[in-house]
């Protein structure tokens, strides 16, 4: 009876002193490591023109060498402010840095380009819900620079805007610089005292292209019979012509 008593306290005395299982420890930051301090900084790109999408890109600099995350964000403010889905992408996402990690992420806004003569414009990127680092600048401003070409309507010279001749009118579009590739400029004509469909053939959305090379191309408007009085042409960027309709 001893020995069986004996026996069951041997044997509490080994279940007691078994080893706990293994839990996951995560891995200790390199000997004199501190908590990463998180700055990001301004950028600014062309804005080029369709189908070309060119990237703002942000550094995002976590000095230290601990672990941490850190969420970021795009806002539409600026001034004059760029807009979410006409200017650029709005977009969100998560920064990582290991123990022992480079400092530097960056973050790439992808632009929308266009062909409107504008200001340079402007959004934010935002730091937000760190996990470990300390944000110290948490804002940079991400600046879209306006590289489109400016776009007028020029008469022809030295000769009527119309021919009755041949019941048409004529201008010309030219670009401000010469285009390195062919370029498609938008056009519509708007009634004056001359209407469409009435004094002309109505062009609610046409289309004239500059070749490359070139920094001008023709636009011609068709007249019917009775014509008279006056209308306009407005092309990309809003500039606009009066067309005169001479009498007979």
């Known amino acids: 009876m001893i020995r069986y008593a004996a026996a069951v306290v041997l044997g509490l005395a080994l279940v007691a002193g078994a080893a706990a299982p293994a839990t996951a420890v995560p891995p200790a930051p390199p ?25 703002l890109v ?3 600099s976590a000095l230290g ?25 709005a977009a969100t996402g998560t920064l990582f ?21 504008e200001p340079d414009e402007r ?6 819900n760190p996990v470990g680092p300390t944000i110290v600048d948490g804002t940079a401003t991400g600046t879209i620079l306006d590289d489109d070409l400016g776009f007028t309507i020029l008469h022809p010279d030295s000769e009527p805007d119309c021919d009755r001749i041949d019941w048409t009118c004529d201008l010309w579009v030219l670009s401000s610089q010469k285009v390195p590739v062919a370029t498609n400029v938008s056009w519509m004509t708007v009634n004056g005292t001359a209407t469409g469909g009435d004094d002309f053939v109505p062009v609610p ?6 070749p490359a090379g070139s920094n001008k191309a ?9 014509a008279a009085g006056y209308f306009y042409v407005r092309i990309t960027g809003g500039a606009e012509a009066t067309v005169t309709i001479p009498s007979t």
């Open 123 to 128: 959004l934010t990127l935002e730091l937000l």
């Open 65 to 89: 060498c601990a672990a941490g995350s850190i969420d970021w964000r795009t806002t539409s403010a600026g001034t004059p402010p760029a807009t979410a889905g006409v200017d650029y992408t």
């Open 97 to 117: 840095w290991a123990p022992g990690d480079p400092p530097d992420r960056q973050v790439a806004v992808e632009v929308i380009g266009d062909f409107q003569k």
């Open 205 to 210: 959305g046409g289309t004239v292209v500059i």
């Open 31 to 55: 000997s004199g490591c501190s908590a990463r301090s998180v700055v990001v900084v301004d950028a600014e790109v062309r804005e080029f023109n369709p189908p070309a999408r060119p990237s």
């Open 218 to 226: 023709k636009l011609t408007v068709h007249l019917l019979p009775g």
């Open 58 to 60: 942000f550094t995002v």
